[in-house]
């Protein structure tokens, strides 16, 4: 009844003794109840039988005795405890689960670890790839060695500084960039310091792959471990050439501009006294040649006075090179043949004689140039050929050589030359000799700077005039010297060649002579006065003269004049452009010749512009005035 109650749910369990149960419930043939379990209690089971079968007990007693232990466990089992629900045992169950809730600990904290780790690890991964990427997109290249210098590292600017790749530069030393530019005793100590101070800074010239050089700024540094320990060295290398280069280009450009200021400093005081030099060097080239002019051909006076007028027109010659240093001097330019004025030269009194005093020298030419107009003043381009061979001759050794060259050279835009972009042409002036020292290379253009005796050999102004020849005629001049010889080059631009008038140029035969044409001479040096009026007098001339411009143009109002000499720069009182503007309000047809010792200078320019029919550099010679004048008649 009770089980049926359970059954039917009105009972949640139902308790009895376990065969009772065990029986009812295989009668029962139910699979909805279980025997959930055993209880601790204890008593004696019995087999009871009717009273009918009595006879039976001893029976089954003995067959119950006879039943081993092992048997009635395996019975008990069987028929007792074979579906029983036995209450399940948890301690192993807790035990697991302490153990997984312990697991789950530590793994929960290992996890918090491993994610602290990991954050750490990806902040030093990003770091580590920050360093990595400044290191490969550096602009300066990056070397790792270890302690015996064998390159480990190299990063992409190495390739793009030295052509060299990285996997040709992994396993080499550094020294694969050694060049030859600095002695090996640097090398030396950058090892000695690098190892006793742990660094070393310093510019060294290094070598690429095909052979170019190139200058870096290199700091080398010691890589230590945690106790230290020098384990590599690291070299950042900033490549510096283009620095260098500024660097000696500024140098370049200050040594210029102190030369320039030195140049400068010669020419105001030459532009200072060259005036008066040459109003003063007139008396000593005019009056002995007046004198000789008169004077018998047997006298014994007239070698002495031919001194005193050669030494006149050598220190003429000084004060020109004077005014060449302070440029802009007296000169006109004109279209010539280079190769033709060096044929000149080479055929001119001057080469003639300096032949002479070196016979052992061989002077030869080599006139190839093809295109050698130039516009110049062929008086200068002379003197600056007369200068480079003398010196070349002084130079050259005994059975020496001297050669004089032309060619044609174009130069673009890459050439390191500081020439505009054209086509030139050259003058070479090459000796045999034994070359210019280093030290004196840098100042053979200087004003006065010479290592000949000075008054015997030279002025020191010849090379000074040929550098402001060069200058005023935009071209460049470039020397080359060693213990085989010394070149010097003559940079002309070339211009087109204009086809020249057939001009009367047969001097010599012309007559220069007057025909009692009226000239009045300006000056306010009483002896140039005199000395002009001498000499226009001697050639037929009808002469009066002037103190000043003032009285130049009282004289102007009242007489005609055929042409006047003017000299430009007159004290006190105006100066030459002046009184030629006053006498052209008076006679605008008035010819005029500017005489002056210094050079073609504003107001000398002005002046011809104004109409003046030419122009004469004093000191004068009686021939040089003579033609003068002729022009500016005939003009």
Request: proline fraction near 3%.
């Amino acid at each position: 009844e009770a089980l049926e109650r359970v059954m039917t749910g009105e009972a949640y369990a139902a308790v009895d003794i376990l065969p009772v149960l065990q029986y009812q419930i295989n009668r029962l043939v139910s699979e909805d109840i279980k025997l959930g379990g055993v209880t601790n209690v204890q008593f004696p089971v019995q087999i009871m039988v009717r009273k009918e079968h009595a006879r039976l007990i001893p029976l089954i007693n003995r067959a119950i005795a006879s039943i081993t232990p092992e048997e009635r466990t395996v019975i008990h089992r069987k028929w007792m405890m074979h579906n029983v629900i036995s209450s399940p045992d948890y301690t192993l169950l807790w035990q697991i689960l302490a153990g997984g809730l312990l697991l789950i600990t530590i793994i929960l904290i290992w996890n918090r670890l491993m994610a602290r780790e990991i954050v750490l690890r990806k902040q030093i991964e990003a770091q580590l790839r920050k360093l990595s990427q400044a290191v490969d997109q550096s602009n300066n290249t990056i070397i790792i060695t270890d302690l015996n210098g064998i390159i480990e590292y190299v990063n992409p600017a190495f390739t793009c500084a030295t052509g060299y790749t990285s996997e040709e530069a992994i396993g080499q030393n550094p020294r694969i960039l050694k060049s030859d530019c600095q002695k090996a005793s640097i090398y030396q100590t950058m090892w000695d310091t690098l190892t006793q101070e742990g660094a070393w800074k310093g510019e060294l010239c290094n070598k690429r792959k095909d052979g170019s050089l190139y200058w870096e700024f290199i700091t080398i540094s010691s890589i230590k471990d945690k106790s230290e320990k020098t384990t590599h060295y690291v070299a950042v290398m900033e490549d510096i050439t283009d620095r260098k280069k500024a660097k000696k280009e500024k140098e370049k450009l200050t040594a210029q501009l102190h030369q320039a200021q030195k140049l400068e400093s010669i020419g105001l005081m030459a532009g200072g006294v060259a005036h008066d030099l040459n109003n003063i060097l007139a008396g000593i080239v005019g009056y002995p040649e007046l004198i000789l002019h008169d004077l018998p051909d047997d006298s014994r006076l007239r070698k002495p006075i031919e001194a005193i007028r050669e030494s006149g027109q050598r220190a003429a010659m000084v004060v020109a090179d004077l005014l060449t240093v302070a440029r802009g001097a007296a000169s006109t330019r004109e279209s010539c043949n280079l190769n033709t004025l060096i044929q000149e030269y080479l055929n001119s009194p001057e080469c003639i004689k300096l032949k002479s005093y070196h016979p052992q020298v061989t002077l030869q030419d080599q006139l190839t140039a093809v295109q050698s107009t130039i516009s110049c003043s062929p008086v200068h381009v002379k003197k600056c050929l007369m200068n480079l061979v003398t010196n070349a001759a002084e130079a050259a050794n005994d059975n020496g050589t001297v050669t004089i060259s032309t060619c044609n050279q174009d130069v673009d835009n890459t050439a390191a030359t500081e020439l505009t972009e054209g086509v030139y042409v050259v003058i070479s002036v090459q000796d045999t000799g034994s070359g210019i020292a280093k030290k004196d290379l840098g100042h053979i253009f200087e004003p006065f700077y010479t290592k000949k005796i000075m008054g015997r050999s030279g002025t020191g102004l010849g090379l000074t005039v040929v550098w402001n020849t060069m200058e005023d005629h935009k071209g460049k001049v470039v020397v080359d010297s060693d213990a085989q010889g010394t070149c010097f080059q003559l940079y002309f631009p070339i211009v087109e060649e204009v086809e020249k008038k057939a001009a009367a140029n047969n001097n010599n035969q012309e007559v220069i002579t007057g025909n009692r044409e009226h000239i009045l001479v300006v000056d306010d040096e009483p002896h140039l006065r005199d000395i002009a009026s001498q000499m226009l007098h001697s050639l037929g001339y009808k002469v009066d003269v002037a103190s000043s411009g003032e009285k130049a143009i009282q004289l102007v109002k009242n007489t005609k004049f055929d042409i006047i000499i003017l000299d430009m720069l007159m004290e006190p009182g105006i100066n030459g452009r002046q009184t030629y503007e006053k006498i052209l309000s008076v006679n605008p047809n008035q010819r005029a010749i500017v005489a002056s010792g210094f050079s073609e200078s504003t107001d000398v320019k002005a002046t011809i512009k104004l109409g003046a029919n030419g122009f004469i550099k004093k000191p004068y010679t009686m021939d040089s005035l003579a033609r003068a004048v002729k022009v500016g008649l005939n003009s």
